[in-house]
Antibody, heavy 122, light 106 residues
């Protein structure tokens, strides 16, 4: 059964870099699919951050692409997010998820990890 | 960027009832529309993709419809576990989620 689990610091200082890792079990991420990050601020709808592929392709939300970097490590079956120059507006629950698609479409997300709350505060 | 809106923000429904949630896209997304259910403290759970295809394990009381810019999610015979927040998401272009509709007990 495919499972995803986020890990990383729960508190990040303003202007620093948020770093999260998603560990995948039950599937080898080098076998296919894009793998993505989605965040959700309290009481709001989710916001897609970006999705990456084992061959190195990464795609980002235009609003975040200047600050976000996704990477993938097939040897550890993990993928990661780095978000630089964070502010209080980046405080959210961050989820990793498998990005699924059909012919000529981009992605919906299934399944999701349990999520990790990241607070940006000094 | 495509903007997704959902209405109403909150629906009060009695158990056993039927409810229809609406989702609108600011421009056509064809049938590239997914629905998710989220309960407090849990991640979103995929219910429907392709506007009307239920994913594995989703009960038949959930049905999706629509195409272009107007979409609906109908839940028939509401059960206690269905009271939650529901989000739509378009994936015809870069993924964008709606703000959600909360289905609460009347």
């Amino acid at each position: 059964q495919l499972r995803l689990q986020e890990s990383g610091p729960g508190l990040v200082k303003p202007s620093e870099t948020l770093s999260l890792t998603c560990t995948v079990s039950g599937y080898s991420i080098g076998s296919g699919y894009y793998w993505g990050w989605v965040r959700q601020s309290a009481g709001k709808g989710p916001e897609w951050i970006g999705s990456c592929y084992h061959a190195g392709n990464s795609y980002y939300n235009l609003a975040l692409q200047s600050r976000a970097v996704l990477s993938i490590d097939t040897s550890k079956n993990q993928f990661s997010l780095k978000l630089s120059f964070v502010t209080a507006a980046d405080t959210a629950v961050y989820y990793c998820a498998r990005s699924r698609s059909s012919d000529n479409t981009l992605w919906w997300f299934d399944p999701w990890g349990q999520g990790t709350l990241v607070t940006v505060s000094s | 960027e495509i903007v997704m809106t959902q209405s109403p923000p909150t629906l009060s429904v009695s158990p056993g009832g039927r409810v229809t949630l609406s989702c609108r896209a600011s421009q056509s997304v064809s049938s590239s529309l997914a629905w998710y259910q989220q309960k407090p403290g849990q991640p979103p759970r995929l219910l429907i993709y392709g506007a009307s295809t239920r994913t594995a394990g989703v009960p038949a009381r959930f049905s999706g419809g629509g195409s272009g810019t107007e979409f609906t999610l109908t839940i028939s015979g509401l059960q206690s576990e269905d009271f939650a927040v529901y989000f739509c998401q378009q994936y015809n272009s870069w993924p964008v989620f709606g703000p959600g509709t909360k289905v609460e007990i009347k």
